[in-house]
Every structure is written in structure tokens, then in C-alpha cells.
């Protein structure tokens, strides 16, 4: 009915044919300010809303903060038809607005154009942030920088959040299920967004003309992206696909404004860093050129002509996840440690064959590896005055020691072998230490 009686109005005024009555104060329809604003712009009044037939209260005060308190709604205001903190222009004065606890949905054009606004508090009691036929709630508010939105919000209504040209961040509450369509159009500085995992819709131009945000996540449930949700979000160059729902239909998309570029840019599976988007294990049908490389995937069961490898023994294709034979350049030698040994490929790093130590009087006979008493350099089972000898004599360079020898002979574990080892293993042998 308010929406009705608002068109009515506006096309009488404009054919000059009706003139509007002064309306009564018990209308309740209808707020009526307490006070004409003095120099410091001081106003309060009570606003009805003509749904729930709730009221709130609200008071603007000489510091220019907007408090809204009481049970109900903030109804849907009307620009041209102002009211309460609309009227008289009080809301460009607004730089606060504090919604007390009670207050369970904010309106339509609730605070359209408020462009001095900085801060807002919304209480847990909000359930809706409300779009409206001629604005959003917080439509065209340039001056608000950051939002935190409560979990209580399950709705979030088309372009509440218009043209505030200054957002840079905002957290979407868990529970909303759509981003409405609008709702940040225009939003030229918001850099970073969530969309919650419960979200399933994304709608028409829900982003477009973010022209700073960097990336955005996709959540798995989400079947539907609508028109131009992205377009002319000229900073984003990574969009992460959880949905599988969107993977399927990528195909269908174009360059008009869905998840691509102008340039129409190939959207490929994470890893390929030289891409402007990326996807999660999602190919799209698309030929593009990676490191000098052609590269051509088709969306037919996760499966493609020309797989595409991370290495050159890399088994799975990064593109389908379809599994090679490959070969592998294996390093000359083991390689162990003091358990197990392995074969480990120069390219990729793989470490195949890898097995436990298998010994035969104290040395493996697979990979060689000798087992030491730490101190028995001469490696006879036993640590004396031969093997301070020994390691004096390879500090001097006279004498070499194998790996498993310098392993033993290195006493204090520094990873270095020379006379301090040397003095160690004399004094366990004269009794003055009982042990390393």
C-alpha cells in the first residue's frame, strides 16, 4: 500500500493535478518531528511502519549521531516523500547512527545518501537489511568505510549497500542464502568480501562495478550466478569455484559479465599461475598459452586432449587428474638416514623404493649404511685413546673417515669433528666424564 500510495503521489505531482493536504499527526503512516532543528541540527520524532504496525523511536543529537530505539521496524522511507530524519536534510548531517537492541529490521532507504556517515551499529535483534523499489538501506552512504553485519541478519535485501563508494570491507553474516542483486554495485573500494557457505544464489550484478576487489571464493552450494554479477570488476583476478553446480555450466558463460575478462580469459584449474582466473579442479572449454605452451581442456567429464603436467614426472594432469606412467632420474646412490634408505628423483623430489635398514654385522646391505657407537671412530666397539688418536689425526689431515666415522666421532653432535672430540673421548676414558 505505501509503495502504491508513493507512485500515485509522484505521478500527481508531476501531471500538477493534485495537491497534498496537510497530514494529521495521529497518522501511522506518518513521523512527526518534536523539534525544528536549531544551529546544532537537533530533531527526534517517532517513526510507525505500516506492515508490522511497530514503531521506533529516534533522535538526532548536536553531536550528529542518529540513536533509533524500540520493538519494531525501521519502515521503508521514500526520498521524494521524505520523513522523519529525511525531511529538512537532516541526514546529511548523520555521522552515526546507533540502532539499540530491539530494532529487528532496517528499511528501504533507511539511510539513502547519507553521506556523512562513518559508523554504523546494528544489533543482534536485526533480521533484515531491507532493499526497496527506490533504494537500499545504506544506498549511497560514500563516506562509510566498514560494516560488521550480526549473524542475526538472515536476509540482506537488493542494493542496500549501493554506491557507498568508500566500503572497503565487509563480513556477510552465516545465515543469508543470496546475495541480492545490487547490493554492492557501485561499491568502488571494497577490496575484500565474504560469501557464506550457505549462500546458493548469487543474483544480477551483485558486484559489478567492484572495481577493487581482488578475489572471491565461490562456496559449494551456490547452483546460480546471475547476470553481470561480476562485470566491470576490473582488479579481480582470481575467483575460486568450490561449486561444482558452477563448474558444470561455466561453459555457458560469457565475457558480457559472469566470471571472465574482457579478454575473455581461460579459466583454469588452481596451479597455473599464469592465468587471470583460477578454478578448483573445475576446467572450462578455452585454449590459452601457459609458459610458451598451448594448452586446450574440455569440460567433458573432467577429462581433456592435451593434458597438462606441473614437471616433466609429474603423474597427474593438473587439468583432468587423469594418472600417467612416468619415469623417473633418480640420484646415483641412496639416500638415508639413521632408519630407512630411498631412491629420490632429481626433478620432482620423490622418494621411491623407501625401505628400512636391513643389517649384517652393524651395516645395511642394501643402501651401505653402518651403525656407530658415538665416539668409536675406528668403529672396533670400543671408545679409548685410538680413537682420539684417529680423529687428532684427521683434524691434522693426515687421516680420513667415512660417514659413518665422522657420524661417531663427532661427540658434542656440532656436526664438526676435531680436537675437542678427541679431548672428549680422553677424558670418558680416564673417568672424568661417564658419558657424552
Request: net charge negative; proline share 3%; charged share 20%.
Amino acid at each position: 500500500m505505501k509503495k502504491l500510495t508513493a507512485i500515485l503521489l509522484a505521478l500527481a505531482f508531476a501531471l500538477g493535478s493534485l495537491s497534498l493536504p496537510a497530514m494529521a499527526e495521529s497518522s501511522p503512516m506518518q513521523s512527526v518531528p518534536r523539534e525544528i532543528p536549531a544551529a546544532g541540527v537537533t530533531a527526534s520524532g517517532t517513526l510507525w511502519d505500516y506492515e508490522s504496525w511497530t514503531t521506533v523511536d529516534w533522535v538526532l543529537d548536536d553531536n550528529d549521531t542518529l540513536t533509533i530505539t524500540g520493538k519494531g521496524v525501521i519502515t521503508d522511507l521514500t526520498p521524494w516523500l521524505p520523513e522523519a530524519w529525511l525531511e529538512n536534510k537532516y541526514y546529511k548531517f548523520i555521522k552515526k547512527v546507533v540502532i539499540s537492541d530491539g530494532v529487528k529490521a532496517i528499511g528501504g532507504c533507511a539511510f539513502y545518501e547519507c553521506d556523512a556517515l562513518t559508523e554504523v551499529t546494528i544489533p543482534d535483534s536485526v533480521k533484515t537489511i531491507r532493499g526497496y523499489l527506490y533504494g537500499g538501506a545504506f544506498e549511497g552512504c560514500t563516506s562509510l568505510k566498514s560494516l560488521t553485519i550480526p549473524n542475526s541478519v538472515t536476509e540482506i535485501q537488493s542494493k542496500a549497500f549501493l554506491n557507498c563508494s568508500a566500503l572497503e570491507s565487509v563480513k556477510l553474516p552465516d545465515k543469508i542464502t543470496y546475495i541480492a542483486s545490487n547490493v554492492f554495485g557501485g561499491c568502488n573500494s571494497l577490496k575484500s568480501v565474504n560469501i557464506p557457505d550457505n549462500v546458493i544464489e548469487i543474483e544480477n550484478y551483485a558486484f559489478q562495478k567492484c572495481s577493487s576487489l581482488k578475489s572471491i571464493t565461490i562456496p559449494e552450494r551456490v547452483t546460480e550466478i546471475g547476470e553481470s554479477a561480476f562485470r566491470s570488476c576490473s582488479s579481480l583476478k582470481t575467483v575460486y569455484v568450490k561449486s561444482p553446480y558452477i563448474a558444470d555450466t561455466l561453459t555457458s558463460y560469457s565475457s558480457s559479465g559472469y566470471l571472465l575478462d574482457y579478454a575473455e580469459t581461460v579459466i583454469l584449474p588452481k596451479g597455473i599461475q599464469a592465468t587471470d582466473y583460477i578454478i578448483n579442479n573445475y576446467p572450462f572449454t578455452r585454449t590459452s598459452t601457459i609458459d610458451g605452451e598451448a594448452v586446450t581442456c574440455y569440460r567433458k567429464s573432467q577429462t581433456c586432449t592435451d593434458h597438462y603436467y606441473d614437471s616433466s614426472c609429474d603423474e597427474d594432469c593438473i587439468i583432468c587428474g587423469e594418472v600417467r606412467n612416468v619415469t623417473h632420474s633418480f640420484k646415483s646412490g641412496w639416500s638415508k638416514d639413521d632408519t630407512q634408505h630411498w631412491r629420490e628423483c632429481t626433478v620432482c623430489g620423490k622418494k621411491l623404493e623407501k625401505a628400512e635398514h636391513t643389517f649384517d654385522d652393524g651395516k645395511c646391505s642394501v643402501c651401505g649404511y653402518v651403525l656407530y657407537t658415538v665416539g668409536d671412530a675406528n668403529g672396533d666397539g670400543g671408545v679409548n685413546n685410538i680413537d682420539a688418536s684417529l680423529i687428532l689425526q684427521y683434524d691434522a689431515g693426515v687421516a680420513t673417515l667415512d660417514d659413518a666415522a665422522l657420524a661417531a666421532a663427532d661427540t658434542d653432535g656440532n656436526s664438526a669433528v676435531n680436537n675437542i672430540d678427541a679431548s672428549r673421548i680422553l677424558q670418558l676414558d680416564a673417568g672424568v666424564i661417564s658419558a657424552f
